[in-house]
């Protein structure tokens, strides 16, 4: 939920005159720290230095991946659509998880998997537009932008989960998290942004540091602690919050208004991430109760 509020402060500070680059740089710059004390809370700097080197590439990988290079593109997005449509696209990677899970795991989706992935990209063609011409054309761009961040952030989940067990959430979190911001701190310096920087008034100053800390630090913090104790494809799931929040949000702070199309859009999406976590429920309770179900070896009689 505190995801979903990003793109309404994004809109409001886009309206103060804050460009996207100063914006995705600035938020991340001044998370970093948090997220250097919360580590360092957890563990001293002797073991954070112990970290395994593949740990730490994965981290670096998937935190420039997702927090950089996705971040741009959704923030970009966020200039040519509306925030209600762009949570809604961005929650397409829980279906990417799990057909992603799927290939690493080298077992074929079900049927009823399969179907339930259908409905939601059939979802994100109706919150494009649908068969409205005018509007799909209006949204694609932006659109795509926004499925190309959603795709970033499936990625982000696959590698979290297996290294927020190998070395904890708030480690991983914090590489990921500090590789981004250096890519970002770059990427602002090679086009000359620090210009920008004397522009940003005192309010927008107030919002940057509360889009950084409500809308990156603690949601980043909670999903790498939820990624970590119930999985990716479960904690994808979890995600169905966030559209309904933005859309409720972006209708009475900005007067964003969705059409029929959109709302058919939004309703499949939501049903087939439903319909995937029900499926993995069930696949879980098969598994548990075939294990129940196996005779226990015979004792010896040395154990009689």
Wanted: hydrophobic share 55%.
């Amino acid at each position: 939920m505190l995801f979903a509020t990003k793109g309404i402060f994004a809109k409001q500070l886009y309206s103060m005159g804050v460009s996207v680059e100063a914006l995705v740089t600035i938020r991340a710059t001044l998370a970093v720290p948090l997220f250097w004390w919360l580590a360092l809370r957890r563990e001293p700097i002797a073991v954070i230095r112990q970290t395994p080197p593949s740990a730490v590439l994965a981290a670096v990988i998937a935190g420039a991946l997702c927090y950089y290079v996705g971040a741009l593109l959704d923030f970009h997005a966020l200039t040519m659509i509306d925030a209600s449509i762009e949570r809604v696209l961005i929650f397409s990677y829980p279906a990417m998880v799990v057909l992603f899970t799927s290939v690493r795991d080298r077992q074929r989706p079900s049927a009823r998997v399969l179907g339930a992935v259908a409905l939601a990209y059939l979802g994100i063609f109706f919150t494009m537009g649908g068969f409205d011409m005018v509007e799909l054309r209006a949204n694609l761009v932006g659109a795509l932008l926004v499925i190309g961040s959603a795709l970033t952030y499936a990625v982000y989940f696959i590698i979290s989960e297996k290294y927020t067990r190998l070395i904890g959430s708030a480690r991983f979190t914090l590489i990921a998290m500090t590789a981004s911001a250096s890519c970002l701190v770059v990427h602002f310096a090679f086009i000359g942004g620090t210009a920008q920087l004397p522009m940003i008034s005192a309010p927008a100053w107030g919002l940057l540091f509360v889009i950084a800390v409500v809308c990156m630090f603690l949601p980043a913090q909670l999903q790498a602690e939820g990624v970590r104790q119930i999985g990716a494809q479960r904690g994808a799931v979890m995600s169905t919050v966030g559209p309904p929040t933005t859309v409720i949000l972006a209708f009475f702070l900005l007067g964003e208004r969705l059409s029929g199309w959109q709302w058919v859009g939004i309703a499949l999406i939501v049903l087939g991430i439903l319909v995937l976590d029900l499926t993995r429920s069930q696949a879980v309770t098969r598994t548990q109760a075939a294990s129940q179900a196996e005779p226990s070896p015979p004792r010896s009689k040395s154990n009689e």
